[in-house]
């Protein structure tokens, strides 16, 4: 029966290396015991290094993809990552507004862990304009909220007035992810209809760690698809991460990556 099994949909691009990107939302999905499905905006030639290239799919095929999906799928959840240009941009943002979606998770993706540019300015402005009044949810790091926050985040009260600029912008919920911020420990801040609240572990030793915003939106679209109201999606993915960081692995010669196949339904977060 479909009801057994949640499809998730993420929009996204292609990590050659499998640490982040499409790659890294599936295998979440499957951990989570949700069916993945996706739409590929991007390639990339990348591994723990850093990224070498990409190569952006056409608008239409982006589209196209979407469409296909929604037309025979029943979707309960979807997540954008990284959508590569104004114009994959504007077709994703289209394609959602003409269609019944489904509870929506926005990872503002910008830049790569290496500092590689991922987005445009002008395809910025189309995601903090046109597609954060879509999203059922936001979930920004530091440098993300500050690009389309338009403003410098150093402390947690920083923090605080960029989630509600981007709530401002007609996001339900925004999640302010702490990781950039100096400290023992990291604290993310989660922005909602009159609802807010500090999530907050010790930092964790080992990184840089690659795909961890990736993994963290994956997994709140996957709780939603399987029934879980928003602020408990968010937390019981924020659970979920924290035992991919603890388990991360040492693969290549750059980043630690995560290992979502090592994550166990008997530790909790299943239902």
Known sequence: MSGDLPVVLTIAGSDSGGGAGVQMDLKVFAALGVFGTCAVTALTAQNTVGVRGAWEAPPDFVAAQIEAVLDDLPVKAAKTGMLSSEAVARAVVQVIGRREFPPLVVDPVVVAKDGTHLLSD????????RLLPLATIATPNIPEAEAL???????????????????????????????????????????GPDHEHELSS???????????????????????????????????AREFLQHLLRDARTL??????????SYSPSKGNQQ
């Open 122 to 129: 002008a395809g910025i402005e189309v995601v903090r304009d």
């Open 252 to 261: 290549g010669g750059g980043a630690r990556v995560l290992h979502p196949q």
């Open 149 to 191: 926050a338009g403003m410098a985040i150093k402390t947690r009260e920083d923090a605080a007035r960029a989630a509600e600029k981007l709530r401002g912008l007609g996001c339900s919920w925004v999640l302010v992810k702490g990781g950039h911020l100096q400290g023992r420990e990291v604290t993310d801040l989660l922005l």
């Open 202 to 236: 010790p930092r964790l030793p080992g990184g840089p760690f690659h795909g961890t915003g990736c993994a963290f939106s994956a997994a709140i679209a996957a709780f939603l698809a399987r029934g879980r109201r928003l602020p408990e999606a968010v937390h019981d």
